[in-house]
T-cell receptor
Framework: ETGVTQTPRHLVMGMTNKKSLKCEQH?????MYWYKQSAKKPLELMFV???????ENNSVPSRFSPECPNSSHLFLHLHTLQPEDSALYLC?????????????FGPGTRLTVL | AQSVTQLDSQVPVFEEAPVELRCNYS??????LFWYVQYPNQGLQLLLK??????LVKGINGFEAEFNKSQTSFHLRKPSVHISDTAEYFC??????????????FGIGTKLQVIP
């Protein structure tokens, strides 16, 4: 595997289910990000982990719970979601230490909440 | 705070014609500017970036963009588009001097539809 991978690619869940999204980066990066992409809206930054410490939490509802067990893996735990949470969830990673470093994105998980 | 405005939500263009996708930004500090492309069912891929130096930046797939500080613009151009350029394009801005984690602000996206 190369780059940033995300599983599953598609997920359909009911409002009472609990599920998790997984992201893995194979780039040696040390910062990881969760974004929400909804139709006709800019990408919304949800969470940032830098050196495995959460450094950003942009007023995201508590039904979304991130976890970063190491610098290569990032999870987003989901429970009691609402239909408006249906979106494409993108994971990204970057290397700290230089302004010239860019973010690399995974392919996303398309989430549908019924 | 910074913001990004992409003035066109959709741009149809005939194959082999030139195209310009517009982007304006606002920020009270120096910024870095980016264009990303998203093909259907894929994540975002970096097309090009402006960090410093020459204001004309060349990227992948024949795209280029010009940073205009006085007009706070970073428009994306391609002289001749192909069917394979059909995708959504996102302009983004990041504050300079943020060598740690990166807080990037994205525009709403412009869907480029290339017509055969």
């Amino acid at each position: 595997e190369t780059g940033v991978t995300q599983t599953p690619r598609h997920l359909v869940m009911g409002m009472t289910n609990k599920k998790s999204l997984k992201c893995e980066q194979h780039l040696g990066h040390n910062a990881m990000y969760w974004y929400k992409q909804s139709a006709k809206k800019p990408l919304e930054l949800m969470f940032v982990y830098s050196l495995e410490e959460r450094v950003e939490n942009n007023s995201v509802p508590s039904r979304f719970s991130p976890e970063c067990p190491n610098s290569s893996h990032l999870f987003l735990h989901l429970h009691t979601l609402q239909p408006e949470d249906s979106a494409l969830y993108l994971c990204a990673s970057s290397l700290r230490g230089s302004d010239y470093n860019e973010q690399f994105f995974g392919p996303g998980t398309r989430l549908t909440v019924l | 705070a910074q913001s990004v405005t992409q003035l066109d939500s959709q741009v149809p263009v005939f194959e082999e014609a030139p195209v310009e996708l517009r982007c304006n930004y606002s920020s009270s500090v120096s910024v870095y500017l980016f264009w990303y492309v998203q093909y259907p069912n894929q994540g975002l891929q970096l097309l090009l970036k402006y960090l410093s130096g020459s204001t004309l930046v060349k990227g992948i797939n024949g795209f280029e963009a010009e940073f205009n500080k006085s007009q706070t613009s970073f428009h994306l151009r391609k002289p001749s588009v192909h069917i394979s350029d059909t995708a959504e394009y996102f302009c983004a801005v990041r504050m300079s001097g943020s060598g740690g984690y990166q807080k990037v602000t994205f525009g709403i996206g412009t869907k480029l539809q290339v017509i055969p």
